[in-house]
């Protein structure tokens, strides 16, 4: 018997030895997984034939994977030979289903990299070399939609390593860190210290102007307290650009590093009324702002067309179809809040800037992407949806929608009508209906607890300002309490909740 167990177990232990590379796994890497645009933040190191540290790259750009084999790097590059330099390398990258691929440069460089990827493709790091320089690079897709000098506004931490030069020669070894102060409006400044090895903490300050394109791409020329300028390359990340990837040079020092906003993004600051959502407000419809200063009180808007200036309140958008700026109509204004409208004519998929200015006094400048539609439901009491019955009730959990009725939500977000009459920023919508482009073409939709409703109509609420609403019929569904959701060009809205009876 004995013997009988050991030969068992024996056989047991080959059987599970056999599958040693099984695993459990939720998915796997194609080449797929990249596809777009990508921050990328790229650093080199040449070593002599002896072994010795022979020289630096330092690289900041994008690089861009097409979802199939081809991939391309474009950026600016600061070295000990020579600072802003662009670049731009090509080849094809491949990447096996273990999400560990390679890259091989043909055009610019001939660099090779192994790629690794991760949180299904939405970053990557890079290890190669070719005949000059050993590489590490990585990068994210998280980026804003689209980008304006606006984007950087407020106070952004930073730190930075490089090496100190003397001509062509690199002769040590330097870092700083400290805080870059943006004003959103092309302005900079800085407050760093800098330490060199053999030498004391030294503590500067950098004025400058800085620029950003809406591919996220920036730059700056910064003065610093020495007499030295400063040449700064700079990509953004992060959904609301609250991340940098950065190069800097100057005639002594080359650096490269990273910074991260030291407070909330004023961005952030900037949602569609109805939902809080950032960057969910679509021209025509209304928004919030929040910040400090921006009235000497409350006061609420009383008359149709909407007042621009509230107390001594204004609010200036500027959009590439009002690039010297255009004042918004506001519904409320107080210390720490307005709500306004934004302009109808402000282009869908662009970013807007918008500045405050109360009495005497103007804000930083702050960004605020527009998309194509951007539906927020309105919601009263605890997240209930504002739902008017078939009764002209308003929709409670004592007051329910019976199955098969026609009801109404309002909601705002809804993006370009067809309107039936001219639409003025501010103003009355027409009288008639104005249904939102998509209708009835069917890229939107209504669901109640996750069931489809029939639409009967969705657009403009005639005679109000930056309000939608869309009237459709409860689906069959239990009776019970469910979240509310309108979707329109595949966006989708809150979920506050309804009720239904029967």
């Known amino acids: 018997m004995k013997n009988s167990r050991a030969a068992f177990f024996i056989a047991s232990a080959c059987l599970l030895a056999a599958p040693a590379f099984a695993q459990i796994t939720g998915g796997s890497c194609s080449a797929s997984n990249l596809s777009g645009a990508y921050t990328l933040s790229l650093s080199g190191r040449a070593i002599s034939s002896a072994g010795s540290f022979a020289g630096s790259f330092q690289g900041v750009g994008t690089i861009t994977f097409d979802g199939v084999s081809n991939v ?10 020579a600072t802003g330099k662009t670049f731009t390398y090509s080849g094809t990258y491949t990447l096996p289903s273990n999400c560990l691929g390679t890259i ?13 990827v991760w949180s299904s493709g939405q970053r990557y790091l890079l290890a190669g070399s070719d005949a000059t320089y050993i590489y590490t690079a990585n990068g994210t897709n998280i980026k804003p939609a689209a980008c304006a000098t606006s984007t950087l506004s407020g106070p952004y931490s930073f730190d930075a390593s490089g090496f100190t030069v003397s001509g062509t020669a690199q002769t040590g070894s330097a870092d700083e860190s400290g805080v870059l102060q943006f004003d959103g409006q092309g302005n900079v400044t800085a407050s760093y210290t800098q330490t060199a090895g053999g030498t004391a903490a030294a503590s500067l300050s950098s004025t400058g102007t800085y620029s950003l394109g809406s591919n996220c791409l920036g730059s700056a020329t ?8 400063n040449a700064l390359t700079f990509a953004v990340n992060g959904l609301y650009g609250g991340t940098l990837v950065l190069i800097d040079a100057n005639s002594q020092f080359v650096r490269d590093g990273s910074a991260e906003t030291a407070a909330t993004n004023p961005t952030q600051s900037i949602a569609n009324v109805a939902s809080n959502v950032v960057n969910y407000t679509p021209a025509g419809s209304v928004f919030e702002l929040y910040g400090v200063g921006l009235a000497t009180g409350e006061t609420q808007a009383s008359t149709v067309p909407l007042q621009t200036t509230l107390r001594t309140t204004t609010v200036t958008v500027y959009s590439s179809a009002a690039p010297n700026g255009e004042l918004a109509p506001l519904y409320y204004v107080d210390t720490g809040q307005i709500d306004a409208q ?24 702050a960004a605020v992407y527009v998309p194509a539609a951007g539906p927020g439901i309105s919601v009263y009491s605890n ?14 959990a004592t007051d329910a929608a019976a199955v098969g009725d026609e009801v109404v939500a309002y909601f705002t977000g809804g993006g370009a009508v067809n309107a039936s009459g001219t639409l003025t920023t501010g103003h009355a919508s027409p009288s008639g209906l104005s249904p939102i482009t998509e209708y009835p073409s069917g890229s939107y939709s209504v669901t109640v607890g996750g069931q489809t409703a029939q639409v009967a109509y969705i657009g403009l609420t005639p005679g109000s300002v930056g309000l939608y609403q869309v009237n459709f019929f409860v689906p069959q569904i239990a009776k019970g309490t469910y979240p509310l959701v309108i979707t329109i060009a595949g966006q989708a809205s809150n979920s506050p909740v309804m009720t239904v009876s029967n």
């Open 72 to 81: 391309t790097l474009t950026g600016t590059v600061n070295t000990n030979l």
């Open 222 to 229: 910064l003065m610093d307290s020495n007499g030295r300028s």
């Open 342 to 365: 934004m302009p109808w004519d402000v282009p869908a998929g662009t970013v807007a800037t918008v500045i405050v200015k109360n009495g005497t006094a103007t804000s930083n400048a």
């Open 104 to 116: 091989t440069l043909t055009t610019g460089s001939t660099a090779t990299f192994s790629l690794v």
């Open 383 to 396: 997240n209930r949806a504002v739902v008017v019955n078939k009764d002209g009730s308003v929709n409670s």
